[in-house]
């Protein structure tokens, strides 16, 4: 069994690790030669998509920041109950700004047009003035909120990214705007992260093609319509929402993924040079070699694992009997020829106790099934506390059990049956309140030279019929016997 595992854990082994590297390999040459095309159509995009994803998701803490105070009872009684002190809103947006790390928070009254900022009221918002435009078109705005791109009003020369919101009174009318702001160096940062972690070149432009945030590494002209090669394309990437192309910049291709971000009215730019391409692709042969082997470890271990798991499962429930714990009947014939080559090896005796509780069917009757379950369990419980390592208890049948006693003459199983019968009378189970007690019966056999196992068992089996029909509760042996026809009854379970 353990040859056919072994065989079994090798074969898996090397099935795997073949497997994984001939996908590797296939994997590495068919990208190798499509390498134009995948970077193009698909690595590329794809290094896109998980930046624009991770720049939507550095923007759910301030976007929830905002939501957090547009549903905020305060700001909204504050203003239901007409503005009165202006103090307590300044301080509320002041405590915000602190709290969560805003590099600034606002709220503009619907019905007084003035614009609350931490440091006070900044002015009075008006659709004449450009720079309050925004407000109004917020205003009638289809969403709750929006991420808008634009200078701070408190610092015309920063340049922030403005989560704003919309407040509603308790009947849903709208009452005003409010949110905070993120500095667009917090974005910057960002990209020089993702630089690092995709080895791509990352930055926006405007619609106008003028490139608004990039990272350190950048030192190309600000007009993509200027940037050599670029240039070529740029109508391209500004007629389109999204696309992936190429262009050439001294002899050596550039792909090109472009995103439009209408929360920031920007263009998303990924590129990527062709040798970084190739560089990367083997990299990823290099990382996948490396994971097929450590999954193909992994796997053959837990595999292993639970092949053994199984197997030592099998072993016993084959072995075990469920409910007592007793061995089961079906090892007893192996056991057995254990027992009796090492008895005849060392010209020892070998001997078995054949027993079964007294009126067991009465216990059931009087008591329920789970009652008897729970003799039994303490029955065979009792039994164990008094053989030996060497010997095996087996549950036989119903309420009967064989113990087999290696290395024992008649006397001392007769003995030990006797010192079991005691301490079984002596048994008290406790079962819903109700002391059940029991006594047991017990027939004991000792091997002869022409016994076999069945011939063993059935004396034993008649002795311990005899100690049934002499009134139970008693130990017989099977020396003590008279001789019986083969038709002589067996005892009654």
């Known amino acids: 069994m353990r040859d056919r595992k072994f065989r079994f854990i090798i074969l898996l082994t090397a099935l795997l690790i073949s497997s994984f590297l001939f996908i590797s390999l296939v994997s590495y040459f068919s990208a190798h030669k499509a390498i134009a095309t995948q970077v193009e159509k698909t690595t590329l995009p794809l290094t896109s998509d998980n930046i624009y994803s991770e720049i939507q998701r550095d923007l759910l803490k301030p976007i929830s920041i905002s939501t957090m105070m547009a549903k905020d009872t305060f700001v909204r009684d504050w203003v239901i109950n007409g503005e009165g002190t202006q103090k307590d809103i300044i301080h509320y947006l002041k405590e915000v700004k602190q709290s969560y790390g805003a590099i600034t928070s ?7 047009r003035l614009y609350y900022h931490p440091s006070g009221i900044l002015k009075k918002v008006e659709p004449s003035d450009d720079q309050d435009k925004w407000y109004f078109r917020f205003r009638d705005f289809t969403s709750d909120y929006e991420v808008n791109v634009d200078t701070d ?4 020369s920063s340049l922030t990214i403005f989560i704003n919101h919309k407040v509603f009174d308790y009947a849903g009318g709208y009452i005003g705007a409010i949110g905070v702001g993120l500095s667009v160096d917090s974005v910057q940062s960002l990209i020089e992260s993702y630089k690092q972690r995709y080895d791509r070149q990352v930055f926006f432009i405007n619609k106008e093609g003028i490139v608004t945030l990039h990272g350190s590494s950048y030192g190309e002209e600000k007009d993509i319509h200027k940037i050599n090669g670029l240039s070529s394309i740029a109508d391209k990437i500004l007629d389109s929402e999204r696309s992936s192309l190429v262009y050439k910049k001294n002899s050596e291709n550039i792909y090109l993924n472009s995103r439009f971000i209408p929360e920031f009215n920007w263009y998303l ?9 190739e560089i990367r692709i083997q990299n990823i042969l290099i990382t996948n070699l490396a994971v097929s082997l450590a999954a193909s470890i992994v796997i053959v271990f837990l595999v ?7 197997q030592k499962n099998l072993e016993t429930m084959a072995t075990t009997d469920k409910l007592t714990g007793a061995a089961s009947r079906q090892i007893f014939n192996s056991l057995f020829n254990q027992a009796l080559s090492h008895s005849k090896r ?7 106790i054949m027993l079964d509780i007294d009126y067991f069917k009465k216990i059931n009757d009087e008591h329920g099934h789970p009652a008897g379950d729970r003799v039994l369990k303490v029955f065979v419980a009792t039994i164990k506390n008094s053989i030996r ?4 208890l087996f549950r036989w049948g119903g309420e009967e059990f064989l113990i087999l006693l290696p290395d024992t003459n008649m006397e001392a199983a007769r003995t030990l049956a006797e010192k079991i019968r005691l301490t079984v009378a002596d048994m008290a189970v406790t079962f819903s309140g109700e002391v059940i007690s029991a006594t047991t019966s017990a027939g004991v056999a000792s091997i002869t030279d022409t016994d076999t196992a069945d011939a063993l068992i059935t004396r034993a089996d008649k002795a311990l019929y005899s100690a049934k029909e002499n009134g139970r509760n008693r130990v017989e042996s099977s020396v003590n016997l008279p001789p019986a026809s083969d038709n002589a009854p067996q005892h009654s379970l």
């Open 106 to 112: 606002f709220f503009i009254s619907e019905k007084t």
């Open 153 to 156: 009003t408190a610092d015309r």
């Open 269 to 277: 730019i990924v590129s990527q040079q062709e040798k970084e391409a």
């Open 304 to 310: 292993n694992l639970i092949i053994s798991g199984y």
């Open 346 to 352: 060392n010209q020892r005796l070998l001997s078995v």
């Open 389 to 392: 390592e060497s010997d095996t």
